[in-house]
């Protein structure tokens, strides 16, 4: 099996602070060869790890501002990232002439300062200055890292040190800025094994085509021929009709099972379309069967809190994120590979370098699939009325090509467990989760979509956001459907505010305001549903040539 990130072993006693040596071992595998210290004693766990670094040159030069320029003048000649490390105080503003140099020179210096732990700054503690980001005008990105290291923190740590290293190098190369608080005492040293820090290759694209290049893929295509069970997990992403096509070609391996949420748009008959429904249905003796050796997720965050809470959980061994972006994103705390090239680009060529792999993964994972989508029907089928109910035999009904807005709350998240036909567009405002503007970005949608634009959403989504219906370009390519429960009823599926006497108060605020009056207001079509009867006598036809935008009212 591959191991991601590879290990020598080797003793020795250095710094008892945790994020320093970690700083260490990352300058390492991120190509860091040279070190330029200025003496000082809050640097002094920085120069003592840096120093017992065997793989790295470092040199000392008392006057910071000389200290960058040397630093400049290394990396000009080796080509490679410089780190240049100072004390706390102004020792750190004596670097800004070099560094604004070698930002405008597209030279990657690693700036480390050592700072005062925060609650000492502006204390009238000695030599303590507004440090974190006081370079941000020449460094293409600022990090301070946290002082403690419980877990998260170092996880956390561990993160900002790959994105900077990588940062500084990918694309317009450039200095970056890392601020370091560190406690006293500052001169403990203790015995530890080395190298510990998890290390996240960087894959970015040669030139503006983006083709990956053939050594590279030959490397990532071996990793994956040792891959037992290989999990492709896809969240939201804009239509892509040939990642569809090639991610169910990838779906053909034994040892491959693509997920897709509902808004990554590559969902199909292949791919198992409920992420909520798989991941929570597996239970802890099952966990080592299912969970992947390889992790490749595409898009954006995922609405399914069971995949975040199953992957961070059981850790697959390698994750490669795949897609152009411009940070590091460690959804699941275990990411090995940030390719930084589009989805189709690198899995296409990827393809056809693959080879079929002796596994029971796709079929075991298929499985569950299938017998949570026939629970999923039985269930629906028995059901009372309720929002699923109504939103199961709603979508059949959508018009051929509608684009399918989703707000927050429970409508992205009852809609994910359902099946959507593959001539529907999905879209929903998932990037920060809001639910301030999902009409308003239906609206504007559907002023340019030939075809029509149907939104669900929620009543306290739609009221919050009725000035979306305030506007001169409301047509009948739009169909909005409220789910009306009469407040914000994802409160009560949620663990935490069901259990407290605020709940309705302040949590699901119960509302009567009565929706057929707003859409009288704004010259809005308007129909009611409360119950399976009613809206059985609704068709596809209900929802076409009215003249106005319609505003279908399911009450639940
Ligand atoms: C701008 C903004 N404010 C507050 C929230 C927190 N929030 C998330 S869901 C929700 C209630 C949603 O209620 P509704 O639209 O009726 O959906 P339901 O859960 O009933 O389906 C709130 C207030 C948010 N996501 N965005
Ligand atoms: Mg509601």
Redesign the pocket.
């Known amino acids: 099996m591959y191991e991601c990130n590879n290990k020598y072993a080797l003793v020795m006693i250095t710094t008892d602070k945790k994020i320093v040596r970690m700083l260490v071992d990352l300058c390492v595998a991120h190509g860091v060869e040279d070190v330029v210290l200025s003496p000082g004693s809050r640097n002094a766990p920085l120069s003592i790890a840096f120093n017992r670094e065997r793989r790295l040159n470092c040199r000392v030069v008392v006057d910071e501002r000389s200290a960058a320029f040397f630093a400049l003048g290394l990396a000009l000649s080796s080509g490679k990232p410089v780190v240049v490390i100072c004390t706390s105080g102004t020792a750190l503003l004596n670097l800004a002439p070099a560094v604004a140099e070698a930002y405008y020179q597209k030279v990657p210096l690693i700036v480390v300062s050592a700072d005062r732990p925060l609650e000492w700054i502006d204390q009238d503690d000695s030599q303590t200055i507004r440090q974190s980001g006081a370079l941000a005008n020449f460094v293409k990105r600022s990090y301070q890292l946290p002082m403690h290291d419980d877990a998260d923190a170092l996880w956390y740590a561990n993160r900002l040190i790959n994105d900077a290293m990588i940062t500084a190098v990918a694309g317009r190369k450039s200095p970056v800025h890392i601020n370091v608080p560190l406690g006293e005492p500052l001169y403990g040293t203790e015995d530890v094994v080395l190298p510990e820090a998890r290390v996240v290759r960087h894959v970015e694209p040669k030139s503006p085509c983006a083709e990956a290049d053939e050594a590279l893929l030959n490397r990532y295509a071996d990793i994956f021929n040792s891959c037992g069970k290989v999990m492709i997990l896809a969240g939201f992403m804009r239509e892509d009709e040939p990642l569809r096509d090639l991610l169910r070609s990838y779906a053909d391996f034994p040892s491959v099972v693509v997920v897709t949420e509902a808004i990554s748009n590559v969902f199909s008959e292949k791919t198992i379309n409920a992420p909520e429904l798989f991941f929570s249905s597996i239970i802890e003796t099952e966990s080592a069967d299912f969970v992947p050796d390889l992790l490749i997720t595409l898009g954006g965050a995922l609405v399914s809190k069971s995949a975040k809470l199953f992957i961070r959980r059981y850790s697959p061994k390698c994750h490669w994120h795949i897609g152009p972006d411009e940070w590091t994103i460690d959804t699941f705390k275990c990411l090995s590979d940030r390719v930084d090239v589009s989805p189709f680009l690198f899995l296409s060529p990827l393809r056809s370098k693959l080879k079929e792999v002796a596994s029971s993964y796709s079929t075991l994972c298929l499985a569950r699939g299938l017998s949570l989508s026939d629970r999923r029907q039985t269930d629906l089928q028995s059901k009372e009325w309720s ?1 699923r109910r109504a939103l199961s035999l709603l979508l059949p009904m959508l018009p051929a090509n509608c684009a399918l807005h989703l ?5 992205v ?2 809609v994910q467990n359902l099946a959507i036909r593959q001539d529907i567009r999905v879209y929903s405002n998932r990037g ?6 999902s009409t308003s970005t239906a609206v504007g949608f559907s002023c340019h979509y030939a075809g029509k634009t149907v939104l669900i ?8 956001d009725s000035n979306a219906l305030w506007n001169n370009y409301l047509t009948d390519n739009l169909l909005i459907v409220v ?9 009560r ?1 949620l663990k935490g505010p069901s259990s407290v006497p605020e709940l309705d108060t302040y ?3 119960p509302h009567h305001v009565d929706l057929r009056k707003m859409a009288d207001l704004y010259g809005v079509d308007y129909l009611e549903v409360k119950d399976e009867n009613s809206l059985d006598k609704l068709s596809s036809a209900s929802f076409l040539n009215r003249g106005k935008a319609l505003l279908l009212d399911v009450k639940v």
């Open positions: 929002d707000s927050n709350g429970l409508s998240r009852t920060t989760s809001g639910i301030d503007g959403t929620g009543d306290i989504s739609f009221l919050y789910v009306n429960n009469g407040g914000g009823e994802i409160f599926r949590f699901v605020t």
